[in-house]
Nanobody, 124 residues
Framework: QVQLAESGGGLAQAGGSLRLSCAASGRTSSMLVTGWFRQAPGKEREFVAGTRWSDGSTLFADSVKGRFTISRDYAKNTLYLQMDSLKPEDTAVYYC?????????????????WGQGTQVTVSS
């Protein structure tokens, strides 16, 4: 099993920045990809960004492309989501998800490992 723990959420103003962290523990060797998802009240969970650990390849949702970036600390098994130019519509609970797939996928059902989520609120 893989355990994931997100941190770094909070309140930001529109145009501001936040950095989320996702720390992985357990059998991390079985986790080939990690994705970030978010869920706003009354909406379905949606894919935000993801990366493949083997080569660092990334995938971003169109809604965050150019504003969000991913970085990773292999020694700490930690993934970061840097969120810049935040918008009120970025407000949601953000989840880190780990998967065994060899490619990053936007489908939440493919990821077996999930963190508890961290709240991000962007005020206008």
């Amino acid at each position: 099993q893989v355990q994931l723990a997100e941190s770094g959420g909070g309140l930001a103003q529109a145009g501001g920045s936040l950095r989320l962290s996702c720390a992985a523990s357990g059998r991390t060797s079985s986790m080939l990809v990690t994705g970030w998802f978010r869920q706003a009240p009354g909406k379905e969970r949606e894919f935000v960004a993801g990366t493949r650990w083997s080569d660092g390849s990334t995938l971003f949702a169109d809604s965050v492309k150019g504003r969000f970036t991913i970085s990773r600390d292999y020694a700490k098994n930690t993934l970061y989501l840097q969120m810049d130019s935040l918008k009120p519509e970025d407000t949601a609970v953000y989840y880190c998800a780990g998967g065994r797939s060899s490619v990053v996928t936007v489908w939440a059902s493919v990821y077996p490992f999930w963190g508890q989520g961290t709240q991000v609120t962007v005020s206008s």
